[in-house]
């Protein structure tokens, strides 16, 4: 998860959602409540709220990715718009810009109606989630301190641990290692250089083996906390932006 930013509410959504409310609110108060409304008279009530033009909004200020797993849509179905705090128990949010989020099918399934009001969890477009996971190996984890408690419930809300992230993470991992070893070639080969137009040369290719790596921890990039936290603890990368500096 990554720190995302809310892009303006869309046009679609400030001059209907007001509409889109009203109609909704005297449903409520023809069955009384808003699970007693006919599933399909509920259905149509509510479905604008997956506007093209929402989604649309949604999943550009999420660069195309879920805003809990950081999948991309062909890892984890299509992108949905998501309800921070579930329609079905504040349906006076249902249409309100603050509370959409973009999240692939499996992290919406696996969230369904949970309580944020009541058991609070993290959302990335509020809060900069850099300090609140860590990974081990292909493993999330809560990070111990004062956040440990929002962290773990996150982590279970979403279901962010287990066989669903920890192949492609696995995958990527593979990559990472990979060009983690292109690098340590790169820097020994730099090393190794007898002459200057060795030296320019093989700098040259040392920084785009860091480029390359580096692209893997972009936020438009796929699972990008994951690669950014490897990145972090890679002794040979961390060795090679030292010597890229100093030069
Ligand atoms: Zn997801």
Redesign the pocket.
């Known amino acids: 998860m990554i720190k995302l930013d809310r892009l303006p509410e869309p046009a679609i959504l400030s001059s209907e959602g007001g509409k889109w409310l009203t109609a909704l609110q005297s449903a409520i108060a023809k069955y009384g409540s808003y699970k007693l409304i006919p599933e399909q008279e509920r259905e149509s009530l509510v479905a604008h709220y997956r506007h093209r033009q929402i989604q649309a909004i949604l999943s550009c200020s999420s660069h195309g990715k ?1 805003a ?4 991309h849509p062909a890892e ?1 179905g299509y992108l949905q718009v998501e309800h921070f705090q579930p329609k079905s128990i504040y349906p006076d949010m249902t249409f309100e810009w603050s509370n959409l989020l973009p ?2 099918g ?2 919406n399934i696996s969230k369904s109606d949970h309580d944020t009001t009541k058991e609070p969890i993290l959302n990335p477009y509020d809060t900069d989630p850099t300090g609140y996971f860590d990974f081990e190996g292909i493993s999330v984890i809560a990070k111990t301190g004062a956040n440990y408690t929002i962290s773990k419930r996150t982590i279970e809300v ?1 279901s962010l641990e287990g066989i669903r992230l920890w192949k492609p993470r696995a995958e990527i991992l593979i990559s990472l290692k990979g060009f983690a070893q292109a690098i340590e070639y790169a820097l020994k080969d730099l090393e190794e250089a007898d002459t200057q137009t060795k030296k320019t040369r093989r700098l040259r290719r040392l920084k785009e083996a860091l480029m390359t790596i580096e692209s893997l921890a972009l936020p438009n990039a796929k699972f990008s906390a994951f690669c950014k936290s490897f990145l972090m603890k890679c002794d040979v990368y961390i060795e090679a932006k030292k010597v890229v500096s100093a030069m």
Request: hydrophobic content about 25%; glycine content about 10%.
């Open positions: 879920c809990f797993c950081e999948c984890g999240a692939c499996p992290c979403f």
